[in-house]
T-cell receptor, first 114, second 113 residues
Framework: AQTVTQSQPEMSVQEAETVTLSCTYDTSESDYYLFWYKQPPSRQMILVIRQEAYKQQNATENRFSVNFQKAAKSFSLKISDSQLGDAAMYFC???????????FGPGTRLSVLP | KAGVTQTPRYLIKTRGQQVTLSCSPISGHRSVSWYQQTPGQGLQFLFEYFSETQRNKGNFPGRFSGRQFSNSRSEMNVSTLELGDSALYLC????????????FGEGSWLTVV
């Protein structure tokens, strides 16, 4: 069974600084998708970024970028120029077309300090 | 474009009762999936429906069931409620299926007393 691990339960960053959230996953599949979702205090899950495993190029979305290391099964999220609104719970998620269901990591709570 | 709508947002039920939660997906989305979120277990997949058919099911007891209607709206039902069923239930929709990006609703908070 696939598993997703986020080894940092909590992290903090100063406003305007850069922070990296870690995620590792375990799978025997070669074709899959990886996601980062953000859950602010409102509890609504918001997509941050999506990566297709067959694409070697790392996905970027404005201040958010990933470092996708397929061989190492690592998928970290880098947030640049952190803003107060980035404070939230961040979930790393895995999906493959064979199992057809999402597997979420336990989450990392990010605090942004003014 | 309206987002994913879940109703009711908050509800309190008594042990042994049953509950039905509703989810209206984004217009044009045919896939609806359900998740349970608790502090202890995190986010866990319940099931996914695509064009009225259950395509996949997570590891939950048979008390948890769902269905999808021809307009893609979905309901999930929990029978014989237990205290441990207290959770945030999240619904998500996508156009083709979960391999594409899924968009979440705001969730339904269920408290079982």
């Amino acid at each position: 069974a696939q598993t997703v691990t986020q080894s940092q339960p909590e992290m903090s960053v100063q406003e305007a600084e850069t922070v990296t959230l870690s995620c590792t996953y375990d799978t025997s599949e070669s074709d899959y998708y990886l996601f980062w979702y953000k859950q602010p205090p409102s509890r609504q899950m918001i997509l941050v970024i999506r990566q297709e495993a067959y694409k070697q190029q790392n996905a970027t979305e404005n201040r958010f970028s990933v470092n996708f290391q397929k061989a190492a099964k690592s998928f970290s999220l880098k947030i640049s120029d952190s803003q107060l609104g980035d404070a939230a719970m961040y979930f790393c998620a895995y999906y493959n077309n064979y199992g057809q269901n999402f597997v979420f990591g336990p989450g990392t709570r990010l605090s942004v300090l003014p | 474009k309206a987002g994913v709508t879940q109703t009711p947002r908050y509800l309190i039920k008594t042990r042994g009762q049953q509950v039905t939660l509703s989810c209206s997906p984004i217009s044009g989305h045919r896939s609806v999936s359900w998740y349970q979120q608790t502090p202890g277990q995190g986010l866990q997949f319940l099931f996914e429906y695509f064009s009225e058919t259950q395509r996949n099911k997570g590891n939950f007891p048979g008390r948890f069931s769902g269905r999808q209607f021809s307009n893609s709206r979905s309901e999930m039902n929990v029978s014989t409620l237990e205290l441990g069923d207290s959770a945030l239930y999240l619904c998500a929709s996508s156009f083709l299926g979960s391999g594409n990006t899924i968009y979440f609703g705001e969730g339904s908070w269920l408290t079982v007393v």
